[in-house]
């Protein structure tokens, strides 16, 4: 099979030499695998080297509604060294921030996982909309490195994206 880059798509030559128009592949799609809280409105993009990226989910009622404000609950200690030592340690069910919806609801976002939290992220307080508009990607709420022991199975109790097409299914 062979690959040819073309401007904003990939073209796949097949067997017979019929190309295939694909979009290319996000950073976000590359490089992290999605797992989503069994409510379903909150999503761990996890890296291969095991950093976790905790946003909100684009199916989260905030992300409809739009974002007024980001409350962040926890402190957040600064960390050093390779290890991020001295870092605020969460457990899968901290409450990271309240999300303030445009609509007046008000929604407590969980860790997810079990690890030290690194960062929040700052652009938040000057423009939380970015919560809603790009959830995923400049939206991300914190990130949060696995404790070391536990970097391999830090996602274990999540649902990836068919488990959740899943339940959602079924409900």
């Not at 969980?110 to 990607?137: F, I, M, W």
């Not at 274990?156 to 409900?171: F, I, M, P, S, T």
Request: proline share 6%.
């Amino acid at each position: 099979m062979c690959c040819e880059r073309l401007p904003g798509a990939l073209t796949v030559a097949g067997q017979r030499g019929a190309a295939t128009k694909m979009p290319p592949r996000t950073p976000l799609e590359r490089y992290f695998t999605l797992h989503y809280a069994h409510t379903g409105d909150v999503c761990v993009a996890r890296h291969h080297n095991g950093v976790c990226v905790v946003c909100l989910a684009p199916r989260h009622g905030a992300v409809a509604a739009g974002v007024r404000r980001v409350e962040y609950t926890r402190e957040l200690r600064a960390v050093s060294g390779k290890r991020k030592r001295g870092g605020t340690v969460v457990q899968p069910d901290s409450v990271l921030c309240r999300v303030h919806a445009a609509d007046g609801a008000e929604y407590d976002v969980h860790a997810c996982v079990k690890g030290t939290l690194l960062e929040y992220n700052q652009a938040l307080a000057a423009d939380p909309g970015l919560a809603a508009r790009l959830p995923l990607s400049d939206g991300y709420l914190a990130v949060v490195l696995p404790l070391p022991r536990d970097i391999d199975t830090a996602v274990d109790d999540l649902l990836d994206e068919k488990q959740l097409r899943n339940v959602n299914g079924a409900a």
